[in-house]
Structures are given as structure tokens and as C-alpha cells.
């Protein structure tokens, strides 16, 4: 006798449903793209203990013939494709043709549907996985798919099951996700019969708007890149909006929800710069490629997908978004918002003018003692320091110095309020900008020291020294060995000339012993530089003059990325008139 025997029909069903049918949230899922793939425009979903208990979609698409409905409860019956070929360059959501009839094992089923210029509708039902007869129903041109009891047919599957509220809150995201994808459409959810989702059809920026809300939005940047066939559109919100978890990050393929490890390592890469340690990007993105370039029958859910081309996407998804981020000086695009003209267009306001607020310039001492600030350009032959030198020229997005606060920020004022900076994140980004170009062209150049700095040192890190003097010289440092416990530092990079030579030494040895010469210059060359920078910018307390804050001013409008520093904290804030009126209750 075989101890092998076939499966029957209702239990492969079930098996499969196992796949296809992972929670209330699956099964919407897939009801919901199937009435996307019809043409509908108008999407009605109903729930019921969080879908558990019923799971009702409405649509006005193009509706189903009589002779289809028990197909479409059949296993691996489909409209979407015929052939391989068909399968390669699928762009339909849906096309295994296996969610129906996985459901109808695992629930009761009930479809009622009508084809556009039919005389009526009909509808068909399917309790534990029988179905029953085509019979003549009363709709409007358009589809409802009613699923009860989920998993009543499969108890211990039902088991597994959260609570009510987990599994809503799994169908609220699965409808946001669709509404961002099909923003041509108007989604309704209603749950336990009272309303709690009406996203009308509008145009792409306003239903992201509706779903993520005002917060996401005034902290987006648009994102729009081309190159060949591969397209990236959508936002990508500054770094200072970053998230403890991935909860808005929404990437769309073909416009296909999915979540893809490569497209998440790209943009992850783009953000390493500015991102704040552990802390999560938010974005919004619309990838699109032709159909042939990606795989979508990778997994029955079709949330993962394969690119043919993958190291082609991800460097092309990386620079889209890097690219992005970069512009985030201040007075760019990105960078600071143009504010806003007074409420009463009468209103006048005093044309900004330096002033002096007793500060003592530097003695020839102090100014021998600390020298000028590295990295620090002077303002060009011709363009003012100071607000009064301006006169009727334009000013500068983060004006001009006033003074310090607390030796830690600098205060400044432009044509719109007050600009407050924090100098050691500033001078830090650039310090780190110019070393990361200075390294991409021709490497950083080395200034020898007046007075070598001598410290005693670890026997690892003498060791270190020795090994990767070649090494220590492409990043402009110079180290000699004094003895078995003493190193001396010679040389610096230019750029980090005024820097701790000895933390700055110490960084670096750390990086070589631990990683070595190769995968350093390779792999974590900028988390050094970044590291470096911080190292090598001013410090809480050191005295600043007019000249030296107005010259890191204009290097923060120079430099990418200005609005953080190396570790995502932001470099600087503004307030407006407007707003320190606000402050002060004047007008009121």
C-alpha cells in the first residue's frame, strides 16, 4: 500500500492560504488590487473587528461576467497573464491568481459583480471551499467582495490572530500605503461602522499631504531624478525629521508597494552624512523601470521584488537621494524657507545694521596665541562684512555676525530676523565637506607644526604607527616614534591645522589598528573624515572675532549638506521678525 497519497483540492487551497493569507491586513490587500487592476476609481472598504469578523471592498471598476465568477474562486485562474511572457513584463498588482481562492478555503466568500453595460448583476458564494452556484443580484457596474469569519475553516491559523486593534491598525496601513501609490483614487475605510478614512482622488502631492500629514510635509524635499529608464520621484525629508523606527519609509516600485533591502541600503547610504546614529530616515519614494528590469514574482505576498540591474539601481537611487540631501545650504532651494511678507503689507521694517555690542577685539596676545581660524576664508575683495558695509547690496541668507552667546553660538542677523548658529556643528560640517573634496582630488595636504607634539603613548598604538606610516601620510599626518611608549605628530592635515594634534593622531591609530590601511581608505574613509572634522572644529568657549564668524557664515552657504552636522544635529535656526514679535507680544 503507497504511503504517499494527493492532496485534496480544499486542503492545498488551505495550504497555500497559508502564504497568500497571512492576516486581515493580507487578505485587504489583496481585494484592494484586485479592484485597482478592474480600473476602479471610487474604493469603499468595510470592517469588522479589525477585519477579522468581515471584510467587505466596494468598487466601480470594470466588473465581472457571470461565466467568470467561479473562475475567479478557482486556483491559479487569472486575467492578467497567459505566458511566460506575459509573466516577465507583468504590470498588473495582481496575477497569480491564487488570493481568491485562498481565501474562499479558509472563509466564506461572497462575490457580487457587475461588467459595465450588463443588464444586471449576478453573484456567487463559497463556504469551506465549496462553491455554490451563479445566481442574479441587484449592483451598481462594479464589484463587492464580502470575506466573514477569516479563518474559520482553519482554527489554529486563527489563533495567531493580535487583537482587534493590532490587526485595524495593520488594514489602516495597508490602505495608506495604496492611497500613496493611487492617488487617482478615492479611498473610504470604515470600521465598526463609524468612518475613519476618506482620502478623495488628488494630485500626488496632496494626497501625501493627507496621509503623512503637515509635519512630513513641511519637512520634505521633493525629489525628482532621471537617467535612462529608471526614474526616482517623490520626498525625502530633511534629516533633522529622523524617526526611532522605519514607520515612514514608503517605497513604491512600478507602483507596487514592496520593501526592498537594496533600495533601503541605498537611500540609508545617502543619509549616513547627516543622519543622527540609530535614528531612521523618512521618505516617500516612486521608483520607476521597465517592467522587464525587475522580478515581482519573487514571493506570493509581492512585497519583494528582484532587480535584474540591482548594482545599477542601487547607485543610481543613492546619488538621486544623496544628491538631494546635498542641497541643503542655507539660501538654496532646500536649504532656508523663504519667509513669509508681514501680515500688514504697511508695516515697515528697520533695514538691518551692525551693531556694536562691546565686544573687545582680540589683542595682538590672544590673536598670536590661537592664530587665525583653519579652514576659514575671508570675504572676497569688494563683498561686506557687516550689515552697515552692505548698504542696498544683498544680504546673505544667514546675514551678518553680531556677536556670541555663551562662546557657544553665534548670533546673527538677516534681512528677514535672527539666525543662530552653533559653531562647533558648522565649523564640524565644514571642516568635513572640504576634507572629504579635498581627499576625492588629490589627497589632504600635510602643514608641519611649529612644535612637534609629543605624548606618551600605547604600545598598540606605536605598533600602529610604524605599520601604516604610508598610510598616516595620505591622510596629511606625520608621526614620529620617540621611543617604545612616545609618539611624536609632525605634520597635520592643512584643513585641521589648529586641531588636538594628539586626539586627532589617537583617532586615526584607533582606525588603522582596528580595521587596517586597505579597508579604511575604502570602506570608513568618510566616518573617519567625519570624525577628524569634529575633532579638528572650535570648541565651546573659544573666542571668535566679527571677521572669523562672518567668514564660517559664508562657508556654511557654500558647503553641501549645511544644515546638519556630521552626526545629524542642526547646525542652525532662524526666527523671524514675524515670529520674535510673536515672542513678545507686540501688535497684540
Known amino acids: 500500500m503507497s504511503r504517499i497519497a494527493r492532496l485534496g483540492d480544499v486542503l492545498i487551497a488551505q495550504i497555500a492560504a497559508g502564504e497568500v493569507v497571512e492576516r486581515p491586513a493580507s487578505a485587504l490587500k489583496e481585494l484592494v488590487e484586485n479592484a485597482l487592476d478592474a480600473g476602479a476609481r471610487d474604493i469603499a472598504v468595510t470592517l469588522e473587528s479589525g477585519g477579522v469578523q468581515r471584510i467587505r471592498v466596494d468598487d466601480n471598476g470594470n466588473g465581472m461576467a457571470a461565466e467568470d465568477l467561479p473562475l475567479a474562486l478557482a486556483?491559479?485562474?487569472t486575467s492578467k497573464i497567459r505566458t511566460?511572457?506575459?509573466?516577465?513584463?507583468v504590470a498588473s498588482l495582481g496575477f497569480r491568481g491564487e488570493a481568491l481562492a485562498s481565501m474562499a478555503a479558509v472563509a466564506e466568500v461572497e462575490i457580487v459583480s457587475r461588467v459595465q453595460d450588463a443588464a444586471q448583476a449576478f453573484g456567487i458564494r463559497s463556504r469551506g471551499g465549496q462553491i455554490e452556484p451563479v445566481v442574479p443580484a441587484a449592483r451598481e457596474p462594479g464589484s463587492t467582495v464580502i470575506l466573514s469569519d477569516l479563518f474559520s475553516e482553519t482554527p489554529a491559523r486563527r489563533k495567531f490572530l493580535k487583537s482587534e486593534g493590532t490587526e485595524y491598525a495593520h488594514c489602516d496601513e495597508l490602505l495608506r500605503r495604496l492611497a500613496l501609490a493611487f492617488p487617482q483614487v478615492t479611498f473610504r475605510l470604515s470600521h465598526n461602522g463609524r468612518t475613519q478614512r476618506h482620502w478623495p482622488a488628488a494630485e500626488r502631492s496632496l494626497r501625501v499631504r493627507s496621509v503623512l500629514g503637515e509635519e512630513f510635509v513641511e519637512a520634505a524635499l521633493n525629489l525628482d531624478e532621471r537617467a535612462g529608464s529608471l526614474s526616482l520621484q517623490g520626498w525625502v525629508a530633511r534629516p533633522t525629521y529622523s524617526r526611532a523606527g522605519r514607520d515612514l519609509q514608503y517605497v513604491f516600485v512600478n507602483g507596487r508597494f514592496v520593501r526592498d533591502k537594496l533600495i533601503a541600503h541605498a537611500v540609508r547610504q545617502a543619509y549616513q552624512d547627516v543622519l543622527h546614529h540609530e535614528r531612521q530616515p523618512a521618505y516617500v519614494l516612486f521608483f520607476e523601470l521597465a517592467p522587464e528590469g525587475v522580478d515581482v514574482n519573487v514571493h506570493p505576498a509581492k512585497t519583494e521584488v528582484r532587480f535584474r540591474e540591482s548594482q545599477a539601481v542601487h547607485r543610481f537611487v543613492f546619488q538621486a537621494v544623496s544628491k538631494r540631501l546635498s542641497a541643503t545650504a542655507p539660501g538654496r532651494e532646500a536649504g532656508m524657507p523663504a519667509f513669509p511678507p508681514p501680515a500688514n503689507p504697511g508695516e515697515i521694517y528697520r533695514t538691518p545694521q551692525q551693531q556694536t555690542l562691546g565686544i573687545r577685539e582680540p589683542d595682538a596676545f590672544h590673536a598670536a596665541l590661537f592664530g587665525p581660524l583653519a579652514g576659514f576664508r575671508a570675504a572676497?575683495?569688494?563683498?561686506?562684512?557687516?550689515?552697515?558695509d552692505a548698504g542696498s547690496a544683498e544680504v546673505p541668507p544667514l546675514g551678518y555676525a553680531l556677536a556670541q552667546?555663551?562662546?557657544?553660538?553665534?548670533?546673527?542677523?538677516?534681512?528677514?530676523?535672527?539666525?543662530?548658529?552653533?559653531?562647533h556643528a558648522?565649523?564640524?560640517?565644514?571642516?568635513?565637506?572640504r576634507l572629504k573634496a579635498a581627499m576625492a582630488q588629490e589627497g589632504l595636504q600635510s602643514q608641519p607644526l611649529l612644535l612637534p607634539c609629543t605624548f606618551r603613548a600605547e604600545r598598540g598604538e606605536v605598533a600602529a604607527a610604524e605599520v601604516y606610516a604610508d598610510a598616516l601620510q595620505a591622510f596629511g599626518f606625520e608621526l614620529a616614534v620617540l621611543g617604545p611608549e612616545t609618539l611624536a605628530v609632525r605634520a597635520l592635515p592643512a584643513l585641521l591645522a589648529t586641531g588636538d594634534a594628539q586626539a586627532l593622531a589617537r583617532e586615526l591609530l584607533a582606525e588603522l589598528s582596528q580595521y587596517g590601511a586597505s579597508r579604511l581608505l575604502e570602506e570608513r574613509r568618510n566616518e573617519l573624515l567625519s570624525s577628524l572634522a569634529c575633532h579638528g572644529a572650535v570648541r565651546a568657549n573659544r573666542q571668535l572675532t566679527l571677521a572669523e564668524m562672518n567668514a564660517l557664515l559664508r562657508d556654511m552657504e557654500r558647503i553641501d549638506?549645511?544644515?546638519?552636522?556630521?552626526?545629524?544635529?542642526?547646525?542652525?535656526?532662524?526666527?523671524s521678525l514675524a515670529d520674535l514679535d510673536r515672542l513678545f507680544m507686540r501688535g497684540q
Open 75 to 77: 486556483p491559479h485562474a
Open 84 to 89: 511566460l511572457e506575459d509573466l516577465e513584463t
Open 380 to 388: 572676497p575683495p569688494g563683498q561686506p562684512e557687516t550689515l552697515r
Open 405 to 423: 552667546l555663551q562662546g557657544v553660538y553665534i548670533l546673527a542677523q538677516n534681512a528677514a530676523g535672527l539666525v543662530v548658529v552653533d559653531m
Open 426 to 433: 558648522a565649523h564640524e560640517r565644514v571642516l568635513y565637506e
Open 561 to 575: 549638506r549645511a544644515d546638519q552636522c556630521n552626526h545629524g544635529r542642526p547646525t542652525w535656526f532662524a526666527l
